[in-house]
Structure formats: C-alpha cells, structure tokens
C-alpha cells in the first residue's frame, strides 16, 4: 500500500490545525452525522449488522441527538466473532486492501479488513500522533512494533510516511540490531513495548554503549502493556529522550487511536488524546453499562465512525480508564484518555500480551496430578521486565516428596502454559492441597483470585 506524504508547515505544532483543534460543539456535531451515516449505511448494507439490532429493538431512526448513542446495543467480543470470517466486513471485498487479525488465543480471531480510504485514514491519525509528540518530515523512525497480523507497526510505518518521515520497520525481537541502529544511524524517534526498551537499553550497556550519549533519538512512544511513570523515567534516563504513552487496539487498526502530547505532566490525569473525527470513544459502568461521568473511571468503548471495512460499532474494549472533554493546554480539543488501569474481563497483559487465567486453565487441567487451584503472579524484575511465577496445586501432598516427579511435572506444565499463553513462566512452583487461598464472593476463576499482579500502576 502505497502512502502519499501529506505536507504540512514543519513550524506547526499540529499536522491537521483546522482538525485538530476544532471547537468541541462542532466536533460533537460531526461524530453525530457520521455516527448517523455509519450506522445507518451497515443497517442497510450489513445482513448482519441488521439482524443483531433488530433483534435489540433499534433502528438507525431512533438516533435523534449524540446522546442517543446509547440506545445502539454493544457489540462484544462474543458478536463480532460470531460474525466471523467475513460477516461484519461491510462493502465490496473486492475493495479491500489490507487485512488484520486479533491473535484468537480465546476463540475466534477478529478479522479487521480495510479498504484503500480506511487506510489513507488511519495513517492520518497516525501522522498526527508523531507529530505531535515532535517528529518531523525528513526524521528517521525506528519501528520496532511487530509487523504481521496484529497491526503493532503498520500504523506508525504508514503515519511516518504520510508526514515525510523515514520508518525503519525493525520490528519486534531485534534487540542487538536496535542497538546498532540507533548508534550507527541518525535516529530521531522509536516506538516499542515499555519493557522491550527497557530490554534494549540494558543489551546496549552490555555492548558498551550509553544510548543517552551514543544516540541521536528525541522521542520514543510506547504501548501493548501498562507502566508505570517510574518506568517512562527509566527509559528517559536510559535513552536520552522524551518518552510518551500512546494506546492502540487490532480491532481498530492499532495504533493511531490515542496518544500523548507534549503538554502531559505525571499530575495529569488524562494524557491521551482520542481522535473525535474519526472515533467515538464512550466511558460507561462495566456493570451497569450506563455511561460514567466526565473524567470518571469506567470502561472505554469505541465506535468506528469512519472506517467502512469493518466498522465495529459501541464496541466493547474492556480496559479500565477515564475519559474526558476537558481541552487539554496543548490546544487540542480532542477528548483525553486515561492510560488503562486494567481490564473489565479477567485478562492480564504480560510483556504486551493478554494472557487469560481460563488459558493457563486449559494448559494445565490435562495434568492428573493437578489440584484444584492455581494463582498467577506478575511482577517486574531490576529491569523493569515483566514475568510471572505459576503456583500450582497438586491433588495429593505425597508428590512433593518425589523431587524427580516434581521437576519433570513442573518444566512440562511450563511448556504447556508457554504454547498455550505464547508467555512463558519463570517459575512453575509446584505446592500441596488448599495452600492457595480460597476467593470469596463467588471469584473462583476471576483475575481477581488467580492473578496477583504486583506491578507497580
């Protein structure tokens, strides 16, 4: 796919002024006609979309105002897949240029088609994110988000090149080279994992390098996992930049849905802005489902209002944040996003990858020597890498006398979990019955008992 480079005045703070800074009423007005339009055009369009909102009582005419957003029904992970391979793509499939996948470790991949618009659009928000946080056309970008199905380091390779910049598309994993490359190349900026830089700046002190002086980069952005600001500190330090916190998911194309802005300081509470023009973001009561005030905690859903590959609609994320309409001093009037808390559901993100207790479940139900209960630890190590212990009960105490048994049983439950969850365990601890404690309140299998994260947030 083929991107044209949009030029723009190198001396604006905003790659889409009129856009970017647009008054918030008239903002407003705009995603309502083209939450009309897009609701309105799967309705007509969509055998499937149809019959999922007149089974729910709604039609496209019941939309009279924004606020009536709430009466489309959510659409969850269980509807889209549901809908799997193709029934949620709306339009020509011979009009789409590009396809992306969620991993489908829990069931069904969604699959995320884009035609050549929604792509032209997506490396619009994605220019505008670099820059904003200062990169600028003639840069050197150093991308190492994977490339592949997930949609990790297309966005920022397609928003590098519609804002004239140069991306590197190192992808993920590449540790020594991303060292070579930032001290043998005029580097300016880099994207990756929180702990994969961190990674990285270590590789480079065992090289013999100090990226901070080595290194020409400015500016890193980082996402796929939740850190701390300690740890945006700790990349600073290691690598002489400005680090940023930036929020993508593949079921909207990835990155390019929110990211911040020079003007975030750790007393903000909301850092990331949300691209009103092209999504509909909402914050509502994961329980309740109703929508939460102005800048309070909830749980973010998302509304193409633009893409028409797949244009998910009230979709829910899950993930834990606040949202609000306050503009921001940076002069964009875009609503800011608190970066993700956790989850709704009971996943937990490792290194960047979701990991569901129900998936280490599976893994190790086979084993007959299993117990009842099992709990996942997750903490960081000295150098701000994720990793997780595995407790483990076993049915009867008497193994644990067999040390040979309890080392074969534990590297093969580890392998299990490993090609199950694709994380792999530091250490499976191998205990006796009931020595987990016992969850109340009918928690048994939630995130809440079976993961003990002690990550600083």
């Not at 083929?2 to 889409?16: A, G, H, L």
């Amino acid at each position: 796919m083929q991107i044209k480079t949009r030029k723009q005045d190198p001396k604006s703070p905003y790659f889409q002024p009129d856009i970017e800074t647009m008054p918030v009423e008239k903002l407003k007005k705009l995603q309502f006609d083209l939450l009309k339009k897009q609701v309105t055009n799967v309705y007509n369009s969509n055998p499937y979309f149809k019959k999922v909102y007149d089974a729910a009582g709604f039609n496209p005419k019941d939309l009279k105002s924004l606020d009536d957003v709430v009466k489309i029904p959510f659409m969850e992970k269980s509807t889209v897949r549901e809908g799997y391979p193709t029934k949620i793509v709306t339009g020509d499939m011979g009009q789409m240029r590009e396809m992306h996948s969620t991993s489908g470790t829990t069931g069904k991949p969604v699959l995320i088609f884009a035609t050549e618009n929604d792509i032209d659009l997506w490396a619009d928000r994605n220019a505008r994110e670099l820059w904003m946080v200062g990169v600028r056309p003639g840069h050197i970008f150093l991308n190492s988000f994977g490339y592949g199905l997930p949609t990790g380091g297309f966005g920022f390779h397609y928003g590098a090149q519609r804002m004239g910049a140069c991306p590197i598309p190192l992808s993920g994993g590449q540790s020594d080279r991303m060292v070579d490359i930032l001290v043998d190349l005029p580097v300016h900026s880099f994207c990756a994992t929180p702990s994969f830089a961190l990674y990285v700046g270590q590789k480079a002190h065992e090289k013999g390098f100090d990226l901070a002086k080595d290194s020409t980069c400015k500016v890193s952005l980082h996402g796929a996992e939740p850190w701390p600001w300690a740890t945006r500190v700790k990349i600073e330090e290691l690598f002489g930049v400005t680090a940023y916190d930036e929020f993508g998911m593949t079921e909207f194309l990835g990155p390019g849905m929110t990211c911040e802005c020079e003007a975030r300081t750790e007393e903000m509470p909301q850092k990331m802005h949300a691209w009103a023009d092209h999504l509909l973001a909402e914050c509502i009561n994961p329980d309740t489902g109703k929508p939460v005030g102005d800048g309070q905690d909830g749980e973010m859903v998302w509304t193409y209002l633009v893409n028409t590959g797949t244009p998910l609609i009230r979709y829910r994320s899950r993930d834990l944040a606040s949202l609000t309409w306050e503009v921001c001093p940076c002069g964009r009037t875009h609503p800011r996003m608190a970066a993700i808390k956790g989850r709704s559901d009971d996943a937990v993100s490792i290194s960047g990858l979701i990991v569901f207790p129900s998936q280490v479940e599976e893994a190790l139900t086979p084993f007959p020597e299993m117990g009842a209960n099992f709990r996942i630890i997750v903490e960081t190590d000295q150098r701000g890498m994720d990793l997780f212990t595995l407790k483990v009960e076993l049915k009867d105490k008497a193994y644990l006398s067999d040390e040979n048994l309890v080392k074969g049983l534990a590297q093969k439950m580890k392998e299990a979990v490993k090609a199950v969850t694709d994380v792999n365990p530091k250490v499976v601890e191998l205990i006796g019955p009931d020595e987990l404690p016992r969850a109340t309140k009918g928690e048994g299998k939630t995130a809440s008992a079976r993961v003990d994260d002690r990550r600083k947030k």
